[in-house]
């Protein structure tokens, strides 16, 4: 009798210890994303805040004429930001699938 507890003891524990390594890492995950997409938001809004504050300071059209030219400099920069915000997620997204996969094939070991 106790062998079969033993043994269902088993088969449960190895049941439920790769669905909690998956939940630890999506939640890991989940964390690292909301703060990515904080970080986004934040730096999205600061240059949306600066430029309302630049086109606010357009009086005449020598501030007119220099506004529309540092608008190339903000789309670079907006491009750049796009770009590195991009990239971290793709990064993320790569470390979730190895993750995943390493808990799979721990399973199938």
């Not at 909690?20 to 995950?29: A, C, G, H, S, T």
């Not at 309302?52 to 030219?69: P, Y």
């Amino acid at each position: 009798m106790n062998e079969f507890i033993d043994s269902l003891s088993e088969q449960a524990k190895r049941f439920v210890e790769p669905a909690k390594e998956v939940n630890r890492l999506l939640l890991n995950n989940v964390g690292e994303l909301v703060d990515i997409q904080a970080q986004a938001f934040a730096n999205y809004a600061e240059m949306g805040i600066a430029q309302a504050k630049s086109a606010l300071e357009i009086r005449n059209s020598d501030s007119l004429n220099a506004f529309v030219e540092q608008q190339s400099e903000f789309s670079e920069t907006v491009q750049a930001q796009f770009k590195g915000d991009a990239e971290k997620l793709t990064d993320l997204a790569s470390q979730t699938a190895e993750g995943l996969k390493q808990v799979f094939s721990k399973e199938t070991v």
